[in-house]
């Protein structure tokens, strides 16, 4: 009877691990969630202030701004074809 008391209190343990590793995995999946939902909250807020379309999100930051514009605005008609001329110029390297 001991023994049957003794492997029901192992198996409650190990109940209990499994639980707690499950916890742990959850809550190290939102912390990692968390990290990028910062970044991303922005870059949404943004383009949601912006009445951005979908398509052109904002950048988020870069660690050298100058290089390159953070925010994209939709492209005129005219613009656009431009861009794709000059993109078609360019010689393979």
Known sequence: EQLLAIKGQAEDLMVEVA?????????GERLQDMSNWSTQL?????????????????????????????????????QLQKVVKSVDKQKPR
């Open 19 to 27: 639980k707690l590793k499950d916890l742990v995995r959850v809550q």
């Open 42 to 78: 922005q870059d949404f807020a943004i383009t949601k202030k912006l009445n951005l379309n979908e398509k052109f999100r904002v950048q988020p930051l870069r660690r050298n701004p100058s290089r390159r514009p953070v925010l994209e605005a939709p492209l005129q008609k005219s």
